[in-house]
């Protein structure tokens, strides 16, 4: 059993379409980061998240932090090509120690 | 400049080998990291070095030994592979701890035959 779960596990949509990404967790997150990994690299942070309810831009993406610090999403509006890649949620979980504990990931393909 | 760079990208070898990989940052940070991704994408961590002291130590056969000769620097040295130690292999560094920005190599891809 995952102590972080990522939905979907894979996504295919068209350019110009939106999508979200999920990330969940039974624990408590201290805080969350987001990541996107291309092929043969390795993941680039997008950004941290620490307070229950926050929300955070980076031009098209959209970060929401849940209120009770559980769960998170990834929102990107009108995808490109470039927004390819993997996305990967990593929290400190305080039951898993203080260590970043990632998702497996969700595979998101934008065909131009 | 790279900021984390680890060598070799790719590595193929026999079963039994022992073999090491080699980490460098130049970013300055106090603390780094040896992670694990295997086919799945699961990225996990084995190892985590603050200063050239180990703090993390997960649930990692003996047959892997990190050793950090200064803190910009986390080598990987495995004994006796298995073909379950093939994966990709990351090296990443922070200044704030887990809690901070993981700064990431590009990864070394270990098969093992």
């Known amino acids: 059993t995952q102590l972080l779960e990522q939905s979907p596990q894979f996504l295919s949509i068209q350019e110009g379409e939106n999508l979200t990404v999920y990330c969940n967790s039974s624990?408590?997150?201290?805080?969350l980061q987001w990541y996107r990994q291309e092929p043969g690299e390795g993941p680039v942070l997008l950004v941290t998240?620490?307070?229950?309810?926050e929300v955070k831009k980076l031009k098209r993406l959209t970060f929401q932090f849940g209120d009770a610090r559980k769960d998170s999403s990834l929102h990107i509006t009108a995808a490109q090509p470039g927004d390819t890649g993997l996305y990967l949620c990593?929290?400190?979980?305080?039951?898993?120690?203080?260590?970043?504990?990632f998702g497996g990931g969700t595979r998101v393909l934008v065909k131009p | 400049d790279t900021a984390v760079s680890q060598t070799p990208k790719y590595l193929v070898t026999q079963m039994g080998n022992d073999k090491s990989i080699k980490c460098e940052q130049n970013?300055?940070?106090?603390?780094m990291y040896w992670y694990k991704q295997d086919s799945k994408k699961f990225l996990k961590i084995m190892f985590s070095y603050n200063n050239k002291e180990l703090i993390i130590n997960e649930t990692v056969p003996n047959r892997f030994s990190p050793k950090s000769p200064d803190k910009a620097h986390l080598n990987l040295h495995i004994n006796s592979l298995e073909l379950g130690d093939s994966a990709v292999y990351f090296c990443a560094s922070s200044q704030e701890g887990p809690s901070g920005p993981q700064h990431f190599g590009d990864g070394t891809r270990l098969s093992i035959l």
């Open positions: 624990s408590v997150f201290s805080s």
């Open positions: 970013l300055g940070h106090d603390t």
């Open positions: 998240v620490v307070t229950g309810g």
């Open positions: 990593a929290g400190l979980i305080k039951a898993a120690g203080n260590k970043l504990t």
